[in-house]
């Protein structure tokens, strides 16, 4: 079992940054890989960044350039940095883990919404 606690999310006015946070319960390293999720009303949830185990990367097309998922493995904690918000980014923010098995183990948390409003 992986409980994961989001934080960070909270008002925003458009052109600002934010960090949200994602603390595991157990070491990062022994999680196949990290991601976090949005999703918009009315949307379907959708992958934004995830980074492996190995420390890989990777981020949807439409965040790139804007968001980044650094970590700090000491606190066995997975970010998402969002630069340059717009109302586009409004929605809530999810933190998944992956363990690798048959069949894999996937574990959320309970999300963290975020608005970007003026």
């Known amino acids: 079992q992986v409980q994961l606690v989001e934080s960070g999310g909270g008002l925003v006015q458009p052109g600002g940054s934010l960090r949200l946070s994602c603390a595991a319960s157990k070491s990062i390293f022994s999680i196949t890989a990290m991601g976090w999720y949005r999703q918009a009303p009315g949307n379907q949830r959708d992958l934004v960044a995830r980074?492996?185990?190995?420390?890989?990367?990777n981020y949807a097309d439409s965040v790139k350039g804007r968001y980044t998922i650094p970590r700090d493995n000491a606190k066995n904690t997975v970010y998402l940095a969002i630069n340059s918000l717009t109302a586009e980014d409004t929605a809530v923010y999810y933190c998944n883990a992956e363990i690798a098995a048959f069949p894999p183990k996937i574990y959320w948390g309970q999300g963290t919404q975020v608005v970007v409003c003026s």
């Open positions: 980074i492996t185990a190995g420390g890989s990367t």
